[in-house]
């Protein structure tokens, strides 16, 4: 079993760039970044010290940075000592199953509540994500915990009788129906606005570029890299084209896959995605095919007023957040704000503390005041277009 478990990723060590055993190793050993610490745990605590209340799903998109209490410990000691006890009672009557599946549950324990700690706070999009993952490790913890439990009652002569049996199993169907009916996030405002330009853009570029077996895409601005790059990519792809990919920028790893990363190779075509103004690099013979904008009038107007009222909010004074500043750099930039909040609102440094939890949102909404933040970006890219040239 540990030959089969441990296949994938070793060979995905010797076959991928970076490997996964690279990647964990540079997670442990990285010093970069600030990470959830004690918050990361109280997330930890709420997934599995609370089983069914716990998993429901949250409708937010971003999830704020939270503190660790005194109810986080009462959280952190459920799932605790639930193993302990279980342990303890299976090796008391040498059930060696028990212990076995129990010591999978402290490893699970150990090991999520670690990376737990570690979730990165430098994006709240990040934080939200690693938090979700809490949720189904910890019902694997509690079906295994509530397979142990059973296990004993049986071998001390305990069994669920037939009508429990018949009114346990529509129970448990009906609150896993519950749960999976509660509001989960929705589509993601600006999300729902890339897909409109890219719907746009997409087939356009794949009938202009008719012919041609292979491509560079290149992104230049936030909507090509966060969206509209990718759906032309992709479209091409589906067309039939060799694709590779130019973000812009030289990273450690592509998002695209390494098999799409351009590392100056002979092209039949380019693509220029661009959002705003016509880069530097642009080359001379590049041809217009499409101009799309990205916003509405009437869009552009109300991202305008949900700014005005959040700068408004903003003039009121800040509050500080759960998290305290951890380096000279995050106490630097959080005295610049509480000195002047309105310029740190207008430069995005407001929200860039409150998704690090080193202040509370303005409004008192994340989810609001983050997307505002980036519907204001769109809104100052303006368009995207996109240019066809010859290949390389």
């Not at 089983?51 to 109810?71: E, I, R």
């Not at 207008?346 to 909404?365: F, H, N, W």
Request: hydrophobic share 45%.
């Amino acid at each position: 079993m540990v030959a089969v478990l441990w296949a994938s990723p070793l060979i995905q060590q010797f076959t991928g760039h970076p490997g996964n055993l690279s990647q964990i190793a540079r997670s442990v050993t990285a010093s970069g970044g600030t990470s959830a610490g004690w918050s990361g745990l109280d997330q930890w605590a709420s997934a599995m010290g609370r089983p069914l209340v716990g998993w429901a799903p949250n409708g937010d998109l971003l999830q704020p940075t939270t503190s660790f209490g005194f109810g986080s410990l009462l959280l952190v000691l459920v799932p605790v000592l639930a193993a302990t006890g279980l342990g303890w009672w299976g090796h008391r009557h040498d059930d060696r199953s028990v212990v076995r599946v129990v010591a999978t549950v402290a490893v699970i324990l150990a090991a999520t509540a670690i990376t737990a700690t570690r979730i990165p706070v430098d994006g709240a999009f990040s934080y939200r994500y690693y938090a979700l993952w809490l949720q189904p490790a910890a019902i694997i913890v509690w079906l295994l915990l509530g397979w142990s439990g059973l296990r004993l009652l049986g071998a001390r002569g305990w069994s669920v009788p037939a009508r429990a049996t018949r009114f346990i199993v529509p129970v448990v169907l009906v609150l896993g129906v519950g749960i999976s009916a509660l509001p989960r996030p929705g589509t993601w405002e600006p999300w729902a606005l890339y897909r409109v330009v890219a719907g746009k853009v997409a087939p356009t570029v794949v009938d202009e570029i008719d012919g041609s077996p292979s491509a560079v895409v290149r992104f230049r601005g936030g909507t090509p890299y966060l969206s509209t790059g990718s759906a032309v990519v992709l479209a091409l792809e589906e067309a039939g084209l060799s694709v590779v990919v130019d973000p812009g920028f030289i990273g450690d790893v592509s998002p695209w896959g390494e098999q799409r990363r351009y590392i100056g190779r002979s092209v039949d075509a380019e693509v220029w995605v661009v959002s705003g103004p016509p880069p530097s690099d642009l080359p001379a013979d590049a041809r217009l095919l499409i101009e799309v904008p990205i916003l509405t009038a009437d869009e552009r107007t109300s991202v305008e007023a949900d700014a005005a009222q959040l700068r408004t909010n903003a003039a009121d004074g800040l509050t500080p957040g759960p998290r305290s500043p951890v380096d000279d750099q995050e106490r630097t930039r959080l005295r610049e704000a509480m000195a002047d909040p309105v310029a740190a609102y207008d430069s995005g440094l407001v929200t860039r503390l409150a998704l690090r939890g080193l202040i509370e949102p303005p409004g008192d909404d994340l989810n609001h005041l983050v997307t505002v933040d980036r519907l204001r970006g769109m809104a100052g890219e303006d368009t995207v277009t996109v240019y066809l040239a010859a290949g390389t």
